[in-house]
């Protein structure tokens, strides 16, 4: 074989690889959201916040958006992230900043719209910039759910990696406040994750997190973390201090598998103690 004809041989066979490549990559559902170096989900559902207090207290109709974004071909540490929302031809937007965890290799954004203008657009834009050099940009569009004082139930959420129930357990605690003992209500929320028979092996024996926050209460913190067991369910418990009865508590969990993927699972409930 001459060395021409070795090269256009040689072309002919990166050309092949790169095309079976993107094909598997492009059928797998693991990759599922996956756009580049960053896997991105969304999801919404609509939600009530109340404004104002006492006789001028105003229930208003919100959707509730989270952005989850996954560093998959690209080390996560050292990584700034902005995060933006808008709705074209409206007023309203949102910016937020954040990076990956550098363990889990995830993050999450939640943005809160009141007054959702039905139907309309809603753009999400996101870059990522690395400390040495690399960087990515995406936007993403989805239409804003139809959230009235009526619909306080629509959603719309993303592949179900894993599937989550919660339970709330009241209790109280003894704290020392102004160096006196104080009993304060508290209440243990235990996240129960689960798979379908047949992916449990892809999770079994994996890391597990789940984290949390209270929309207009307190913000995005760690919850606890585990690991799932042979079977790929994982059971994880963290503890709410004098939380806000009957406000939304909305948890978000973060399962490992054996490809080393980091999938997020969303469940919102309301804070029952």
């Known amino acids: ?57 105003i229930a208003v109709p919100v959707d509730r958006i989270t952005l989850n974004l996954e560093a998959v071909g690209h080390d996560p540490a050292n990584s700034e992230i902005t995060a933006v929302y808008t709705i074209p031809g409206t007023s309203k937007y949102g910016t937020l900043f954040g990076r990956f965890d550098p363990v889990r290799g995830n993050v999450a954004f939640n943005y809160t719209v009141d007054r ?31 959230c009235t004082r009526d619909n306080t139930s629509g959603a719309e959420q993303w592949y179900p990696h894993a599937y989550a129930t919660v339970f709330q357990q009241c209790t109280s605690i003894n704290l020392r406040i102004g160096g006196r003992p104080v009993w304060v209500r508290a209440e243990d929320v235990t996240v129960h994750l689960s798979h379908y028979p047949f992916d449990a092996p892809r999770f079994a024996g994996q890391p597990v997190w789940a984290d949390y926050w209270i929309p207009g209460r307190k913000g995005y913190t760690s919850g606890a ?49």
């Open 225 to 273: 973390s585990g690991a799932a067991d042979s079977s790929g369910d994982a059971w994880l418990t963290f503890r709410l201090i004098a939380p806000p009865t009957g406000a939304e508590l909305d948890i978000l969990s973060s399962v490992r598998d054996t490809s080393t993927r980091t999938f997020p699972v969303h469940k919102w409930v309301t804070i029952a103690c």
């Open 1 to 57: 074989m001459t060395w021409r004809a070795w090269r256009t041989w040689r072309a002919l066979i990166a050309s092949l690889a790169v095309l079976v490549g993107v094909t598997a990559a492009g059928a797998s559902p693991a990759h599922a959201g996956l756009d580049g170096p960053v896997a991105a989900y969304v999801d919404q559902h609509c939600g009530t916040d109340t404004i104002g207090s006492g006789t001028a207290a």
């Open 116 to 146: 959702p203008p039905a139907d309309s657009t809603l753009s999400l834009s996101y870059e990522v910039v690395w400390t040495d050099g690399t960087s990515y940009s995406n936007t993403l569009t989805h239409t804003l759910l139809h």
